[in-house]
C-alpha cells in the first residue's frame, strides 16, 4: 500500500513536467531564412525549402526532423543599383550606430551615384524630371525597407508568443542588416519582454557585410573568395579557399563561380573536385554545405527552452 502511495505522489509529482515534455515535442524551432539583393519571392522559397531536404538527408530520419520548421522572411528586389544602395545604406547606419539613419544615408547616396543636384525634391521647381522620377523609386524603397523589418519582427513575435517556438534567423548576404534591425526593433517593443525571450533567438550570419551582431546566439560562416569581404567592415572569412582551380566549373553560372557568394551556389553546394574544396582555421578540409547546415543545428542546440516550455529539449539535435 506504501508502494502504491509512493508511485502515486510521484506521478502527480513528475506529471507537469511529462505534460509539458509532450507538449514540447511538436514545438521546436523555427528557421527563418532572410534574403539579400536581387532575389524574388520563388527563388527565397526554394532557398528553404533546399535547407530543409539538406537536413533531412544529413539526419536520415525525416520524423524527428519536425522539431526544426523552415520559413521564410523575404527582402523585397527593386533593381540591381536601388537594392545595391539600399545595403550601403544600411551599412552607413549600422558603423554609425543610427546617428545617421536610413533614410538620410540612402538619399544621399542616391544623388551622389546618379550625380543629382543637391536640391530640396519638394521644391519640385529645383529639380529635373530625372531627378523626379527617381525620387519615386527612392520613396518607394524606403517603404518597402520598413515594411521588410516590420514584417520580420512580427514574424519573430509571433512565433515565439503565439507559436511558442524558438526562432533561429539565416540571414544571408544584405538580409543580416535586416536581421540586427529586426532584433533592435524587438527589444525596444512595449509589448515583449526582449531580455525574457533572448534566450531562445539565435542568427546564423552567411556571406554578412556587417560585423555587428545583436543575437546573443550567433554563427558566422564566410569563405575566403567571397566579394562581401570586399564591404568596409565585414567580417574576415572563417572558411578559406582550398587552391581553386580555374579550368573547373560545376557551379550553375560563372558569375556564381567568380563572386563566391551565392547561398544555394556557394554555401548549400558541396564541390567533390580537388582544389574547389574549403578548409577552417583548424587546416581540415570542409565542404560549405555541411558548414552551413551544421552551423544551423549547433545554435538551435544551444538554444535555452522557451519559457513556456521549461522542461522541453531538442534532443533531436544532441
Known amino acids: 500500500m506504501k508502494r502504491l502511495t509512493f508511485y502515486f505522489v510521484m506521478m502527480f509529482y513528475f506529471l507537469p513536467a511529462l ?10 524551432t523555427d528557421v527563418i531564412f532572410v534574403n539579400g539583393i536581387m532575389n524574388d519571392s520563388r527563388s527565397v522559397d526554394f532557398t528553404r525549402k533546399k535547407m530543409s531536404s539538406h537536413l533531412v538527408a544529413l539526419k536520415r530520419n525525416i520524423d524527428r526532423t519536425s522539431i526544426l520548421a523552415f520559413d521564410t522572411s523575404y527582402n523585397e528586389s527593386v533593381d540591381l543599383i536601388t537594392d545595391f544602395l539600399e545595403s550601403w545604406a ?3 547606419e549600422s558603423k554609425t550606430n543610427g546617428l545617421i539613419s536610413f533614410d538620410t ?5 542616391y544623388r551622389l551615384w546618379f550625380a543629382l543636384p543637391r536640391t530640396d525634391p519638394i521644391n519640385t521647381d529645383a529639380v529635373d524630371s530625372y531627378y523626379l522620377e527617381n525620387y519615386e523609386k527612392i520613396n518607394q524603397l524606403l517603404d518597402l525597407e ?18 511558442d517556438r524558438k526562432v533561429l534567423i ?43 551582431v545583436i543575437a546573443d546566439y ?8 567571397d566579394v562581401i569581404l570586399k564591404v568596409p567592415g565585414a567580417p574576415a572569412a572563417n572558411y ?26 556557394t554555401y548549400m553546394f558541396d564541390l567533390a573536385a580537388p582544389g574547389e574544396l574549403y578548409y577552417n582555421e583548424n587546416q ?13 543545428t549547433d545554435t538551435a542546440a544551444k538554444l535555452r527552452p522557451h519559457p513556456s516550455c521549461p522542461y522541453c529539449t531538442d534532443t533531436f539535435f544532441n
Open 105 to 109: 544615408a540612402f538619399v544621399a547616396l
Open 284 to 296: 581540415s578540409l570542409v565542404g560549405l554545405r555541411k558548414r552551413t547546415i551544421k552551423a544551423i
Open 218 to 225: 550567433s554563427v558566422l560562416v564566410q569563405n575566403s573568395a
Open 240 to 265: 578559406f579557399l582550398y587552391v581553386p582551380h580555374p579550368d573547373y566549373d560545376i557551379r550553375s553560372s560563372a558569375e556564381d563561380k567568380k563572386n563566391n557568394h551565392s547561398f544555394i551556389e
Open 90 to 92: 544600411q551599412s552607413i
Open 146 to 163: 520598413k515594411h521588410d523589418v516590420t514584417r520580420l519582427v512580427s514574424k519573430i513575435k509571433d512565433k515565439i508568443l503565439l507559436d
Open 170 to 212: 539565416v540571414s544571408h548576404s544584405q538580409g543580416n542588416f535586416f536581421a540586427n534591425k529586426a532584433l533592435l526593433q524587438l527589444s525596444e517593443l512595449p509589448d515583449f519582454d526582449y531580455e525574457k525571450y533572448k534566450g531562445i533567438i539565435g542568427n546564423i550570419r552567411v556571406a554578412s557585410p556587417v560585423s555587428k
Open 19 to 28: 505534460s509539458y515534455a509532450l507538449t514540447c515535442s511538436i514545438n521546436g
